[in-house]
């Protein structure tokens, strides 16, 4: 909206008024008789003070454009000689757009560092519990960053997906056969089409981790029989809300016993992720080998 005003701050002409006002509205009348109270506190003061300055002033504000709240630019620039005969030349421009998209960014911003903290704050208790059950710098090395290949691994499907979930498929792509190598023919996996909240996402990447490394090295994978089985399904009980339950069963590999120390991978498996969804988990050692159940409830799921 282009528009001239006198040194009473009178609108003398207008053009390209906006959606819902009449030129009747604004000829020979001011600002307090059109605007808001709250739209008026911002332009009469800038339009003053180019008055008195003979300075051109730029300011935003909001007013109603068929009956909805609208923001725009105003651009004011004096014109005439002197104070006497000065008057204003001004441009009102729609920013409705711009500002649509600083908020959009605002937003962004704000959830980027809450997500950066909530990963620092996993990645700090990965490398906590790592340390603690590490024996050598070696083995804590190898260990963490194992660990933080499968985070990033989790990181990239949600990336992907616009940080909206994970599908089933593509965990067990990324976490299992892709780590697994060769051993990867032997890994069989089959479930209903399910994506995971990326929370959910991420831990169930590194219980998926967890079993593979663990599988390549003492279980089934280890060997040139051995196979793995992972299925997940949504289970409905009758009188109970559905729950998603996800199974690692190995078969054919070298003979298992329960081992001695409680290493950060069965805490991890057993109390870390179980809680962060919601679920339980049990983890079973048995001769013919591991077998891992995870269960959450149907809300970790999008």
């Known amino acids: 909206m282009l528009f001239q005003q006198d040194s009473d701050l009178r609108y003398v002409w207008v053009n390209n008024l906006p959606a819902g006002y009449q030129l ?11 605007f808001s109270a709250e739209t008026v506190n911002i332009i009469v003061p800038a339009k003053r003070r180019a008055l008195e300055s003979g300075e051109p002033q730029t300011v935003e504000f909001q007013m109603l454009v068929d009956g909805k709240p609208r923001w725009f630019e105003l651009r004011i620039a004096p014109s005439g000689k002197d104070r006497t005969e000065r008057g204003l030349l001004c441009a009102a421009i729609d920013i409705g757009e711009r500002k649509q998209t600083e908020y959009h960014m605002r937003v962004l911003l704000l959830e980027l560092a809450h997500r950066s903290k909530n990963l620092l704050a996993v990645i700090q208790g990965i490398a906590n519990r790592t340390g603690q059950t590490s024996s050598t710098i070696d083995e804590f090395n190898q260990r963490f960053s194992g660990r933080l290949m499968s985070l990033s691994r989790a990181h990239d499907i949600l990336t992907d997906e616009n ?7 593509e965990l067990i792509r990324t976490q299992v056969l892709l780590f697994a190598g060769k051993a990867a023919e032997r890994v069989n996996y089959k479930g209903d089409h399910a994506s995971l909240r990326p929370s959910a996402a991420q831990h169930v990447a590194l219980a998926l981790y967890e079993l593979t490394a663990n599988a390549l090295k003492f279980g089934a994978l280890s060997g040139e029989t051995g196979q793995v089985e992972i299925t997940w399904s949504l289970a409905e009980k009758s009188g109970a809300k559905p729950q998603f339950q996800i199974r690692w069963i190995e078969t054919g590999g070298p003979e298992v016993a329960p081992p001695n120390a409680r290493h950060f991978g069965r805490v991890l498996l057993e109390e870390v992720v179980p809680l962060s969804v919601q679920g339980k988990a049990k983890l079973a050692f048995t001769p013919t080998g591991i077998s891992y159940t995870l269960t959450m409830p149907q809300t970790e799921l999008i």
């Open 24 to 34: 009747a509205q604004f000829i020979g009348h001011a600002d307090e008789d059109i």
């Open 163 to 169: 940080w909206r979930g994970a599908a089933m498929g």
